[in-house]
């Protein structure tokens, strides 16, 4: 099966179980399917660098702003560089923009391949490289409030990426 890549950078709410039959859709070389969905949490962790305790914020939206294009771009860049390490069949991204209440899903990363490892190790991989390279910005809105505050790239996201 030739490797195919669909990106989708979108306001609009996705369905997994549908993307996921999207992956398997006359799909019969790949044994291993492998997904990840992401979801808005209703609270800001906790700043890990603090040297005192820190209270959690909580969070009602996260806004992410984007250059339509500039994504695109980056997102089939992650993936096709997942594809030149594992033997992928098809990858799927698809990337919400816009304010999304906690609860929403907000990221889709779907991988194939004959052999569940790869599956698994490429979606890591995109994971990871999406969280730090993806031109997405973020803003943390807590309930009531008119503005938010920008989130700002965490260390733990860059050590991610040391491993691959």
Request: proline fraction near 5%; aromatic fraction near 10%.
């Amino acid at each position: 099966m030739p490797l195919e890549i669909s990106i989708s950078v979108q306001a609009e709410g996705f369905d997994p179980g549908a993307e996921y039959n999207l992956l398997r859709s006359e799909n019969y070389s790949d044994g291993a399917t492998t997904m990840f969905v992401g979801t808005v949490r209703d609270f800001s962790p906790a700043d890990a660098a603090a040297l005192e305790p820190v209270e959690q914020k909580t969070v009602a939206v996260l806004e992410l702003e984007h250059y339509p294009g500039m994504a695109e771009s980056a997102l089939t860049d992650i993936a096709r560089r997942a594809a030149e390490r594992w033997p992928l069949g098809r990858v799927r991204i698809v990337h919400r923009y816009g304010p999304l209440a906690a609860g929403e899903e907000i990221v889709f990363v779907g991988t194939t391949s004959a052999h569940r490892q790869a599956s698994l190790d490429a979606c890591a991989f995109i994971m990871d490289f999406l969280k730090s390279r993806a031109p997405f910005w973020k803003k943390e809105i807590a309930a009531g409030a008119e503005d938010g505050s920008w989130v700002e790239a965490r260390a733990s996201d860059q050590d991610a990426l040391k491993k691959w």
